[in-house]
């Protein structure tokens, strides 16, 4: 059966971009998370040729809010660059109607998609989950080489681009792991990291699917853990955000 490509629109979103914004959520990842909170919009459905129009006047209905904010289109997903044309399409579309946009990339995509985006997109937001090329591997199913060198090529081609880390305690916020994504960025000349603090709401998400949780006793990163972690980064010399701070 043929349906739309697109498993959630999120609006009035604040943490996926500057200003207010609409958050469209594209099928289909080439990583697998452990701590995936999006497990409903992993896989890549065969596609409607009409879905554009339906986004694009439910992204437009608050082009009045990303005006006043700074806001605009985000594209999320599951990995929002994983079906170029798709990307590619709703990116179009977005610039034909002036607005700003961003796209929340895993990185683990065709070198030729992300030169393909760039003219169109305003902000990348670049996750990096864990700079160990084995730890990747064995949390998310695949190695750095890629996602780090398409790292490098954004950042080489003159792109804006945010870099993210997710905090997730025992997996990534050990001292060794904080020095060596430290050393990876300043290799890159960037400066400044996001931190996204884990969280369990997405669990019941895996209930209503009936599938098991790869990590169902992860807990959220303490008020301790993060600043640990925040001031671990700082000390090597990061500028040091955080989701919902
Ligand atoms: S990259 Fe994001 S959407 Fe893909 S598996 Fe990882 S957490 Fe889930």
Known sequence: ???????D????????????????FLRGCPLRCAWCQNPEGLEVVETKDDWVPGVMR???ADRTYFEVSGGG???????????????????????AEGLHTC?????AVPTSTLLQVLPLVDLFQF????VDEAKHREWTGAGTARIHANARLLIERGANVQFRMPVLPGINDDPEHLGRLAAF?????????????????????????????RLPALEAPSAAQLAGV??????RGLEVTVDGA
Do not use: W
């Open 58 to 60: 439910e992204v437009c």
């Open 9 to 24: 629109i999120q609006r009035f979103s604040i943490h996926d971009g500057p200003g207010v914004r609409t958050t469209v």
């Open 127 to 130: 996750d990096l989950k864990h």
């Open 185 to 213: 960025l300043a290799s890159l000349g960037v400066s400044a990291l996001r931190l996204v603090p884990y969280h369990r709401h997405y669990l019941a998400k895996y209930e209503a699917l009936n599938q098991p949780a």
């Open 230 to 235: 925040v001031s671990g980064l700082k000390t």
């Open 103 to 107: 796209v929340q990339t895993c990185g």
């Open 73 to 95: 289109l985000t594209l999320s997903g599951g990995e929002p660059l994983l079906e170029p044309s798709r990307a590619l399409t709703l990116l179009r579309a977005a610039k």
């Open 1 to 7: 059966m043929l349906s739309s490509p697109v498993f």
